[in-house]
């Protein structure tokens, strides 16, 4: 691993020091001591007492409608308090949502309908774990199975449009008159499976009522809008909710929902007057929770001789299901990288019996990314272009189809340090010219970009008699660094030292704020904690007594001018292909990176890295497999779908050039996802390289290097 170049922070293994909070210095994690002494606690760790556990029993078949659940075989068991399945579960409110509106995914054990495989057809409680898995293992469950349809296709007479509250259908001058007139024409078709976020953690939820509230703890990505979430299924006064939070192993998109584990745990504790935890197995993770949808992108872009592009068409395809409306935003990229005369994009949606699809790691832009950054380097390829020098030849002025400005762009920046860092420039393009042994070997480069911005939130600081401020926001920390971050910045905020703040967070209580979620996570909680040490200056103050203000973003947000606001990257990678087995390993991986001012190095390089190891194991390992008869997942563990492992991983470099984001605090951008993005594209443009042979469908499994090439 590379040596990290940023400046370190004088304090920086005291993060309880005297200096001020040092917004832009390198500082581990506040909780990091708590978390290697296992002193931190996850959802499922949480000490209670009369808890009362529940095992989910979810559906085998793919679709139809449940025959008989015979609860008599199992509530003698030892432990078993009883099992709440569609005949006896609490009504829910059908106008519950998210993000996309109504979810129908919500509404568990409201009917006898089997959706999709995996849904969960009942919870099983118990006096300990133990006692409740066993009981759900031997809960007999019949159904009457109807024919189902999981086969995804782009063609696949159910598409339909894709709903258009972002990443809506663009049609930016005469894309097929461009084409025609144009030198080169790329016309391909990229493909991208199912995938799974896969946080470490899985998701587990305690719920119990508590002085006439419902209570819970649970792992999720925004405790306010999961409580809001719970508030309208169960149809309760918001205030009568409290979800909270503590430590989360990760969350990847997956627990930016108002999960299962909650929801059955509430009917639980409802039902069975006692706190109850449920705990999803890992292959409940994968049945139940946030699934990227597979997609299949035609793609077709044109340049002149001199590589200016003519004309990008970018029409992607991906599943949805009729439960629940999602977007995967495969376009955003395409409406923002190159300047062209036209661009024309537009996304379908076709509904199958599957989980609904929702947010995974750079939703839209991460398979996005992979079809159009590909396609780019195949127009270098045939136009005989440098793939770095095609990029810069097309860097707009301004949005290729809004016309607004850049808020700030620095993508060439990445481009050319990256470039440079890397060796970029003594490469030799043609293809299949490197050999070391028997190995392949060849480089590739993507670059990305991804939406930056922030959602409203509130904050509130209170200052306390003793010279301390509490500073209270309904933020999360996923494990990236939000704690540590939020407390520089309320300590630079309010002119003290960090040891001078004590942050609350993870509690929906504290008030409405935006999740960790969309790379928006940082960006919008430091404003409204700047907004409210703003406000707390201007608060006369009498010494001896404790005041609080609120501040809240959402009208700020509104007088944002519009601008295209986005990060960028440039991520360059190295691959060796071994001939003989199709094999394909990542050798060198180097990002260099445009995320406005970067709060804390320390912690912003590591998430950077994280989501490259994220778009490594997408272009070369995760892939959701179906079988065709049954339409049930196959490989729903971590035996089956293989997510980058210590082998898999190289040599990372990843870094930042100077930047900012003017009109927002702070100048962030968030560094949540763009690591992500671009990744995988980079990998295939270097197996190419390697190889001759284009890889147009992910993950870049050893069978299709060899079948699509032979290699020998
Ligand atoms: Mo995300 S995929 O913005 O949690």
């Known amino acids: 691993m590379n040596v990290f170049t940023g400046r370190e922070s004088p304090d920086a293994t005291t993060p309880d020091g005297r200096h001020t909070g040092g917004t832009g210095t390198a500082r581990p994690r506040i909780e990091g001591r708590a978390k290697v002494t296992g002193g931190a606690r996850y959802a499922a760790d949480i000490p209670m007492r009369d808890l009362a556990f529940g095992a989910i029993v979810v559906s085998t078949v793919s ?82 199975a109807q024919p189902h349809d999981t086969d995804f296709s782009a063609d696949h007479p159910a598409g339909r449009p894709a709903l258009a509250l972002f990443d809506g259908p663009v049609n930016v001058g005469d894309v097929d008159a461009e084409l025609a007139a144009s030198t080169v024409v790329v016309d391909e078709r990229y493909r991208t499976p199912e995938e799974h976020c896969s946080a470490m953690e899985p998701h587990s939820a305690t719920a119990w009522w508590e002085g006439g509230r419902l209570q819970a703890v649970d792992s999720n990505q925004g405790p306010f809008s999961v409580a809001g979430v719970l508030a309208t299924l169960f149809s309760l006064d918001l205030e009568r909710v409290r979800v909270r939070t503590e430590h989360v192993g990760g969350g990847f998109g997956s627990k930016g929902m108002c999960g299962p584990q909650l929801i059955l745990a509430v009917m639980a504790t409802t039902r069975f007057g006692r706190p109850v935890r449920v705990t999803l197995t890992r292959r409940q993770v994968f049945l139940t929770t946030a699934l990227r949808p597979p997609t299949d992108q035609p793609i077709r872009i044109g340049a002149e001789a001199d590589g200016r592009l003519r004309a990008i068409h ?18 955003e990229l395409t409406k923002t990288l190159y300047a062209a005369p036209a661009i024309r994009t537009r996304l379908t949606a076709v509904p199958l019996d599957i989980l609904p699809p929702y947010s995974m790691r750079g ?38 189809v809004s016309g607004l400005p850049f808020s700030s762009r620095n993508l060439v920046a990445c481009l050319r340090e990256g470039a440079r860092r890397f060796g970029w420039a003594a490469r030799d393009h ?44 309904g933020a999360t ?40 979620g969309g790379s928006r996570g940082t960006t919008s909680w430091a404003w409204a904690i700047s907004e409210a040490a703003a406000k707390l200056r201007d608060r006369p103050r009498d010494p001896a007594r404790s005041v609080t203000v609120t501040a809240d973003t959402t009208r700020l947000l509104g007088d944002l ?72 997942h196959v ?11 210590h082998a898999d991983v190289p040599d990372i470099e990843a870094d930042f050039v100077p930047d900012d984001e003017p009109g927002i605090p702070w100048g962030i951008k968030g560094v949540g996802e763009i690591g992500n993005v671009g990744t995988a594209a980079a990998i295939a443009n270097a197996v190419w390289h390697a190889t001759g042979s284009r890889q147009r469908t992910l993950p870049i499994r050893l069978d299709r290097v060899l079948e699509e090439h032979p290699l020998t």
């Open 63 to 144: 679709r139809g409608r449940i025959g008989d659940i015979d609860v008599s075989a199992v509530q003698d068991m030892p432990g078993v308090l009883g099992v709440i399945d569609h005949r006896n579960a609490p009504r829910l409110n059908p106008g519950a949502g998210h993000f996309f509106g109504p979810d129908g995914g919500l509404l568990l054990l409201q009917d006898d309908v089997i959706p999709f495989a995996g849904r969960p057809v009942a919870l099983v409680v118990a006096e300990t774990l133990e006692q409740a898995q066993a009981a759900a293992e031997a809960l007999p469950v019949t159904y009457d």
């Open 314 to 331: 970018h029409e992607p395809v991906f599943a949805i299901s009729p439960l629940a409306e999602y977007i995967e935003g495969c376009t």
């Open 363 to 400: 939703p839209g832009a991460a398979p996005g990314s992979f079809a159009l950054e590909s396609a780019v380097d195949e127009l270098a390829e045939r136009l005989g272009v440098d793939p770095l020098e095609l990029r810069l030849r097309n860097e707009p002025a301004v949005g290729p």
């Open 430 to 473: 043609r293809p299949r010219m490197r050999r070391e042994g028997h190995l392949l070997v060849g480089t590739g480069l993507a670059a990305t970009s991804f939406s930056a911005g922030a959602f409203p939130s509130s904050a509130s600081i209170t200052a306390e008699p003793d010279g301390t401020f509490t500073v209270a926001i």
């Open 477 to 516: 920390d996923l494990g990236t660094g939000a704690r540590t971050a939020l407390t520089t910045i309320a300590a630079d905020a309010l002119a003290v030292g960090t040891e001078r703040v004590r942050l609350l967070i993870s509690d929906s209580d504290l008030g409405p704020a935006w999740s960790a």
């Open 561 to 632: 001018p519009s601008r295209e606001r986005h990060s960028y990257s440039a991520v360059f990678a190295e691959v060796t292909v071994d001939p003989a087995t199709g094999e394909v390993r990542v050798r060198r991986l180097l990002g260099m990176f445009a995320v406005g001012r970067v709060v804390n190095p320390l912690t912003a390089r590591s998430q950077v890295v994280g989501g490259m190891i994220g778009g490594l194991s997408m272009a070369l390992h995760e892939e959701g497999v179906r079988d065709p008869v049954s339409g049930r």
């Open 635 to 645: 490989n729903a563990d971590f035996a089956g779908y293989h997510i980058a492992a």
